[in-house]
């Protein structure tokens, strides 16, 4: 058996667990066992199996505490950030839960007397969902929530850079009374990923990840299929600064934005789009703020700013920053890894700061996944909304105006999934559709009501009460001849 290590990001020489490679064996066993838990599961009715759902949000907050500790071991993340994932999680079971006795369909009256058209939902059969490790309990609550609502089985593969979290968030499931077998973790890299995407008895997978491993993700799962399949991918998110925007609330909002959770959230703040009017006034309060920032052992509660994931991910970040210089950014600040004394060998970069990217450079069009802010400045609201759209991720953007006009006109002009007016490009809620446009997806959201759409197949029924036979567009219109 071919086992791997995940391991504290802070402490790289503590093991948090040891965890066996599931082989293709093991990917079958799992498929088969969802597959014969949901035959059964699809037969419970939907409120039944939203008080499950429910009753999992009690146990999820009851363990809440533990949780977020594992969350800072495994992923790095502060205390309180490590809270709010575990957090989004219990907000969701109470949310699905909900929809277990919301409208199920629509209903439809139809073209002949007698007859009435409604809507319903049929699940798909078992999921097969892949996951990163940067929200390892709120995003497999995402998806396992509303898949196990419309009536699915599932087999999940975590980042194997955070294995333990979605163990134990699928121990809270089964403890919570979810049926043995109807929710499968298998563990590994991406070879176990693509043994899941490509196995003929999941129907649909659900992916959240880079973008590069999405596109491999969905032309394999289309080779074998077609398969259902839904990608919720990276951002290069940018927030626009006016100049009659509320600076404070501004730095405030750029380093929870770029620096919360070491800049590695899908939605981070990546850009910020100013106005040159304020351009040198923000930089310096966000410079003189971002520089007190303090940098260290996520478990303590006086650290800001937590370790990056790991050692490869320090320097493909350090690699960018030193190409935005070569490219002509000025380093205002930061631009290099730390180690803190508390954290030896723990892989950790200083927030970063970078001015005068163009729209064209490296780093304002690719995504950093690090604490790295880029400055572009901008002459225009015109300017700002072309610069932000000027790329192709479409994930998350914000606008910084007191101007209502503007801010309305920036809601429809940028192109992307999530806007927000006056706060930063992070801090979505569960009840709304997330997701993004562009290369940020494929036309999915996760969570809100759209979440379930990826989860189960739309049914159309007629019902005929006419007692003979009745043709649509027919009987009810003029003969050709
Ligand atoms: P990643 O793409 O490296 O890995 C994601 C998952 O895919 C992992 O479980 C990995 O093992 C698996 N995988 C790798 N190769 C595979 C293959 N060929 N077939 C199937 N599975 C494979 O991403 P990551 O580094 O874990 O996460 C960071 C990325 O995720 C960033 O780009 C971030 O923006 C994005 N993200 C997006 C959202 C969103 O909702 N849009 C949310 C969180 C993170």
């Known amino acids: 058996m071919t086992t791997f290590e995940s391991r504290n990001p802070a402490h790289p020489s503590s093991i948090v667990g040891t965890f066996a490679v599931a082989d293709a064996a093991a990917v079958d066993d799992a498929v088969r066992r969802a597959t014969g838990a949901q035959r059964a599961w699809a037969q419970v009715p939907v409120p039944a199996r939203a ?5 999992i949000g009690d146990v999820l907050a009851s363990r809440k505490a533990d949780l977020a500790r594992l969350v800072t071991l495994e992923a790095g993340k502060i205390l309180v950030e490590a809270g709010g994932d575990v957090q989004e999680a219990v907000d969701m079971a109470g949310f699905i839960a909900g929809q277990g006795r919301a409208a199920w369909g629509t209903t439809h009256p139809c073209e002949m007397p007698n007859k009435f058209g409604f809507t319903t939902r049929h699940p798909v059969g078992v999921v097969g969902m892949i996951t990163p490790w940067n929200f390892p309990v709120a995003i497999p609550s995402w998806k396992i ?27 809270a499931c089964v403890a919570a ?3 043995a077998d109807l929710v499968n973790v298998v563990h590994g890299f991406g070879d176990v990923g693509a043994a899941i995407t490509t196995h003929p008895g999941v129907r649909a997978i659900s992916f959240t990840g880079s973008v590069p491993t999405g596109r491999r993700v969905a032309a394999a799962a289309m080779e074998v299929g077609p398969k259902l399949v839904s990608l919720e991918l990276g951002g290069k998110n940018a927030a626009i600064v006016m100049d009659d925007a509320d600076l404070d609330l501004v730095v405030e909002g750029a380093l929870f934005g770029a620096f919360g959770t070491s800049g590695q959230r899908c939605t981070s703040t990546s850009r910020l789009v100013v106005h040159r009017a304020v351009a040198d006034e923000l930089v310096e309060r966000i410079t003189a703020r971002a520089t007190a920032l303090r940098v260290g052992d ?10 990056v994931i790991t050692a490869e991910s320090a320097a493909r970040i350090h690699g960018m920053v030193e190409r935005a210089i070569d490219e002509g950014n000025t380093l205002v600040m930061g631009g290099h890894a730390v180690e803190p004394s508390e954290c030896e060998g723990g892989s950790f970069y200083t927030p970063t700061l970078l001015r005068g990217a163009h729209r064209d450079s490296y ?13 572009l400045e901008v002459e225009s609201f015109d300017d700002a909304i072309e610069t932000v759209n000027d790329c192709e ?15 309305m006109q920036a809601v429809h002009r940028l192109d992307t999934g999530i806007v927000y007016v006056n706060a930063p490009t992070i801090g979505a809620e569960i009840h709304l559709p997330f997701g993004g446009n ?6 999915y959201r996760e969570a809100g009501t759209r979440g379930l759409e990826q989860f189960s197949e739309t049914k159309s029924v007629y019902i005929d009460y006419s007692g003979r ?13």
């Open 51 to 55: 008080e499950i759902i429910g009753s």
């Open 145 to 171: 929530f509303p898949a196990l609502l419309a009536g699915n089985g599932v087999v999940i593969k975590p980042s194997e850079l955070a294995p333990a979290c979605c163990d134990a968030f699928v121990e």
């Open 177 to 179: 009374g979810v049926p």
């Open 298 to 307: 996520p478990m303590d509660a006086t650290t800001d700013v937590g370790p």
């Open 363 to 375: 780093i304002a069009r690719n995504e950093v996944f690090g604490p790295v802010l880029a400055v």
């Open 393 to 407: 991720y479409g994930l998350s953007s914000a606008i910084y105006t007191h101007d209502v006009n503007l801010a």
């Open 438 to 443: 562009k290369h940020t997806g494929n036309g």
């Open 469 to 481: 036979l009745q043709k649509a567009q027919i009987d009810n219109r003029e003969a050709l001849s």
